[in-house]
């Protein structure tokens, strides 16, 4: 069964601290995973894609990471922000036809000052 | 480009009431599709389509319809509101099911 399991499910942290997400996905067969940022109130935003070819990817203080082997990514925030609060959902995309994405239930950050 | 519109915001309806959920995208994308987000739950699909004329079920299809008769339009319809209705739904768009764009959302109570 397609699945995708994000861990933990919900994370303080303080101003100017790092922290990591993670994702771990059975989906198959995968194409991409993208890691999608939402904001109270909002539709979800992607903030980057990952491909069976990336390890690492980086997007600001926003760092993926992909190990396709073992089906696991991560998000690493670095330097956080009161502004990166939000949750956090990863998203796999599974090659063919129909409905191919596949979402976690979302990490959700809380960054306090 | 405003990306992808959905209205209305927020909506209280009775039980047994219908409605329709707009969303109207102007990125000239093929894919569009619906969502719903519930309390600590990832996203599920509800209906999406490949291209006008062409829509299919998704996960949870049960009490909805869609119509898709423009590349821009796809319109949600509950015909008989039920209180498991009660959701937050998000339209989104794509091309050729790359990224997913995002509409603001519909936050739907059924009382």
């Known amino acids: 069964k397609n699945q995708v399991e994000q861990s933990p499910q919900s994370l303080i942290i303080l101003e100017g601290k790092n922290c990591t997400l993670q994702c771990n996905y059975t989906v198959s067969p995968f194409s991409n995973l993208r890691w999608y940022k939402q904001d109270t109130g909002r539709g979800p935003v992607s903030l980057t894609i990952m491909t069976f070819s990336e390890n690492t990817k980086s997007n600001g203080r926003y760092t993926a990471t992909l190990d396709a082997d073992t089906k696991q990514s991560s998000l690493h925030i670095t330097a956080s922000q009161l502004s990166d609060s939000a949750s956090y959902i990863c998203?796999?995309?599974?090659?063919?036809?129909?409905?191919?994405?596949?979402f976690g239930t979302g990490t959700s950050l809380t960054v306090i000052p | 480009n405003a990306g992808v519109t959905q209205t209305p915001k927020f909506r209280i309806l009775k039980i047994g009431q219908s409605m329709t959920l707009q969303c109207t995208q102007d990125?000239?994308?093929?894919?569009m599709y619906w969502y719903r987000q519930d309390p600590g739950m990832g996203l599920k699909l509800i209906y999406y389509s490949v291209g006008a004329g062409i829509t299919d079920k998704g996960e949870v299809p049960n009490g909805y319809n869609v119509s898709r008769s423009t590349t821009e339009d796809f319109p949600l319809r509950l015909e008989l509101a039920a209180p498991s209705q009660t959701s937050v739904y998000f339209c989104?768009?794509?091309?050729?099911?790359?990224?997913?764009?995002f509409g603001s959302g519909t936050q739907l109570s059924v009382l």
């Open positions: 989104a768009s794509s091309y050729s099911a790359g990224k997913l764009f």
């Open positions: 998203v796999v995309r599974s090659e063919g036809t129909g409905n191919q994405f596949y």
């Open positions: 990125m000239n994308h093929n894919y």
